[in-house]
């Protein structure tokens, strides 16, 4: 079994910032890439940004430029640092990622509970 834990959210004003951590735990082999998804009251879950192995990032547009995600291997866990934040990206965030749970094992995708991010004056 796979276990992700998210833990950072809470409640900031707008152009505030939040740092976001995810720690991935059990049965892992290898971790592939590791990625931020959040979901908005009454919205599909959308990505966020993505991190590979070999720390290739990639972002959604709406948060280029203000999002940074980092990784740290040997703790099997990733980061979101978001500046400048905005009412619009308050919602619930989800880690993910893609687990092999031993050798020559599929990879599957693995997800946490969520962590809350209000943006609110």
């Known amino acids: 079994q796979v276990h992700l834990v998210e833990s950072g959210g809470g409640l900031v004003q707008p152009g505030g910032s939040l740092r976001l951590s995810c720690a991935a735990s059990?049965?892992?082999?290898?971790?592939?890439?590791m990625a931020w998804y959040r979901q908005a009251p009454g919205k599909e879950r959308e990505f966020v940004a993505l991190?590979?192995?070999?720390?290739?990032?990639n972002y959604a547009d709406s948060v280029k430029g203000r999002f940074t995600i980092s990784r740290d291997n040997a703790k099997n866990a990733i980061y979101l640092q978001m500046n400048s934040l905005k009412p619009e990206d308050t919602a619930v965030y989800y880690c993910?990622?893609?687990?092999?749970?031993?050798?020559?094992?599929?990879?599957?995708?693995?997800w946490g509970q969520g962590t809350q991010v209000t943006v609110s004056s």
């Open positions: 059990g049965s892992i082999f290898n971790l592939n890439s």
């Open positions: 991190i590979s192995s070999v720390n290739n990032r």
């Open positions: 993910n990622a893609l687990v092999q749970t031993q050798v020559m094992a599929p990879y599957r995708p693995y």
